[in-house]
C-alpha cells in the first residue's frame, strides 16, 4: 500500500524557503521591472539577466543536494519560454497559453499517475521521514480498508489535480489581462513583471489552499480507516 523505500526531498526549511522565493520570484521581478529600460538592460537582455538567477540557483542545488531544485526548474523552464518567445515578438495570448500549459501539463501527470507507485500525493505528503507508514499499513490490513484506502489516496489527488488546473486557468486570464503591449518592448517586460509579481497572491495562495484541503481530506480519511490520531500516525522523534 504504502511504500518505505522511494525517495523523497525534504521539505525546504524556511530559511531554504524564504531564498527559494527571493532567487526563483523576487529578484527576476526586480529585473524584469527595473532593468528592462533601455538605460540599463532593455527589455530582452532583462529576460535573460532574470533566468539567470533560477537556473544557477538550481545548479547549486544540484551540486550540493546532487538532485534538482523543482522551483527552479518550473522558474527557468517559464522564463526561458518566456525569452524565446520575447525573441519572435508575440503577442500576449501566445505568453497566456504557455502560462496555462504549465500546470495543466504538471494536472496531467498526477491524473494519469494516481493509481501508480509514482503518485505524487503518496511521494510528496505521505513522506516515510514524516509518517510511519509501517504502523498505518498495519492498521490499513487489520481493518480489512485496503480499497478504502486506494479511494482515499485516489480522491485526495483529485484535490492536487484541480489545484493545477485552477493554477493554469487563472494563469491563463491573468496574461490575457496584463500583456497588452508588444512583445520585447520596455512596456511589456514591465508587464510581464507585473504578472510575475501577482503569481503568488492571485495563483500560488489559493493553490496551496487546495493542496492543504488535500492533505486535510487524506489525513482524516486516514485517521477513520486506521483508527489512529493524527498523532500516532507520524515517526516519534
Request: aromatic share 14%; net charge positive; glycine share 6%.
Amino acid at each position: 500500500l504504502l511504500e518505505e523505500n522511494h525517495e523523497v526531498s525534504a521539505p525546504p526549511s524556511g530559511k531554504k524557503g524564504l531564498l527559494n522565493i527571493l532567487i526563483n520570484i523576487v529578484i527576476p521581478v526586480v529585473i524584469l521591472s527595473k532593468g528592462s529600460s533601455e538605460k540599463f538592460l532593455g527589455p530582452v537582455y532583462s529576460i535573460f539577466v532574470a533566468i539567470s538567477f533560477p537556473l544557477f540557483w538550481g545548479l547549486i542545488d544540484l551540486i550540493k543536494e546532487k538532485k534538482w531544485n523543482f522551483i527552479s526548474l518550473l522558474g527557468i523552464f517559464s522564463v526561458g519560454i518566456t525569452g524565446c518567445l520575447t525573441l519572435f515578438h508575440l503577442d500576449g495570448k501566445w505568453f497566456a497559453v504557455k502560462d496555462a500549459v504549465i500546470p495543466y501539463a504538471i494536472a496531467l501527470f498526477i491524473f494519469f499517475a494516481r493509481k501508480s507507485k509514482f503518485n505524487p500525493l503518496k511521494m510528496i505528503i505521505l513522506n516515510p521521514s514524516v509518517f510511519d507508514l509501517a504502523k498505518i499499513n498495519e492498521h490499513i490490513t487489520q481493518n480489512q480498508q485496503q480499497d478504502g484506502f486506494r479511494k482515499l489516496i485516489e480522491k485526495s489527488t483529485l484535490f492536487m489535480v484541480l489545484s493545477f488546473i485552477f493554477s493554469g486557468t487563472v494563469h491563463f486570464f491573468l496574461a490575457l489581462y496584463i500583456l497588452k503591449s508588444p512583445a520585447g518592448t520596455e512596456e511589456f517586460t514591465k508587464e510581464l513583471a507585473k504578472m510575475t509579481a501577482l503569481n503568488f497572491p492571485v495563483i500560488i495562495l489559493p493553490s496551496m489552499l487546495f493542496l492543504m484541503c488535500s492533505l486535510w481530506y487524506l489525513v482524516s480519511g486516514l485517521t477513520k480507516i486506521t483508527g489512529l490520531p493524527f498523532e500516532k500516525m507520524v515517526k516519534e522523534n
